[in-house]
């Protein structure tokens, strides 16, 4: 009887452990931003819209100086519908919601992209190398209140990327690669 370890018995555990690590962390994100009291979008949307209006009708003055009328076709922007969430209630369902898939191991590959192109953005506009429009401003934020932990979490992205969702997941079940046995 040998008491050797096969080294590749273990090797398919990594990917195991770095998506779980991501999971948890993108669930811990959710809650945290779930507990923060912001307004709805009901009291968010209508100053939205009139910026929206105010774009248009800056368009439109531009297209057609000589009338104060809009231009044909461009329909003035109505409220719109309220849902009663905020922005951050959003994006906390959401980071639940990909933390609940990459624990499964569904899509990991794709989520894995996604993180690491997000890192990647956070650090460039953080440090000044891209213009950051303001939907990227929390991203900013995030980088710059802890640094290491975003290069961190896109460091290990990029290894899920590379690697797969590893052994228990949906994507090796459903997308792995299948054994043919040949016949005699």
């Given at each position: 009887?040998?008491t050797?370890?096969?080294?590749?018995?273990?090797?398919?555990?990594a990917?195991?452990?770095?998506?779980l690590?991501?999971a948890g962390?993108?669930?811990?994100a959710?809650s945290?931003?779930?507990?923060?009291?912001?307004?709805?979008?009901?009291?968010?949307?209508?100053?939205?819209?009139?910026?929206?209006?105010?774009?248009?009708?800056?368009?439109?003055?531009?297209?057609?100086p000589?009338s104060?009328?809009p231009?044909?076709?461009?329909?003035?922007v109505?409220?719109?519908a309220?849902?009663?969430l905020?922005?951050?209630q959003?994006?906390?369902?959401?980071?639940?919601?990909?933390?609940?898939v990459?624990l499964?191991?569904?899509?990991?590959r794709?989520?894995?992209?996604?993180?690491?192109?997000?890192?990647?953005?956070?650090?460039?506009?953080?440090?000044?190398?891209?213009?950051?429009?303001e939907?990227?401003?929390?991203?900013?934020?995030?980088?710059?209140?802890?640094?290491?932990?975003m290069?961190?979490?896109?460091?290990?992205?990029?290894?899920l990327?590379?690697?797969?969702?590893?052994?228990?997941?949906?994507?090796?079940?459903?997308?792995?690669?299948?054994?043919?046995?040949?016949?005699?």
């Amino acid at each position: 009887m040998s008491t050797e370890v096969q080294p590749r018995q273990f090797s398919n555990v990594a990917p195991f452990i770095l998506r779980l690590a991501v999971a948890g962390i993108f669930v811990f994100a959710g809650s945290r931003t779930l507990s923060v009291n912001q307004p709805t979008l009901a009291e968010v949307a209508p100053a939205a819209a009139q910026q929206v209006q105010g774009a248009i009708d800056t368009v439109n003055q531009a297209v057609n100086p000589q009338s104060a009328e809009p231009v044909e076709g461009a329909a003035p922007v109505s409220e719109p519908a309220s849902t009663g969430l905020t922005w951050d209630q959003i994006t906390g369902y959401g980071e639940w919601g990909i933390g609940l898939v990459l624990l499964v191991g569904f899509f990991t590959r794709l989520l894995a992209l996604s993180g690491v192109s997000l890192t990647a953005i956070s650090a460039l506009a953080a440090n000044g190398v891209i213009a950051c429009p303001e939907q990227c401003s929390r991203l900013v934020e995030m980088y710059n209140s802890n640094p290491l932990a975003m290069l961190l979490v896109g460091a290990v992205c990029l290894s899920l990327l590379i690697s797969g969702s590893g052994p228990l997941g949906l994507d090796r079940l459903l997308f792995g690669r299948k054994i043919v046995k040949a016949e005699e």
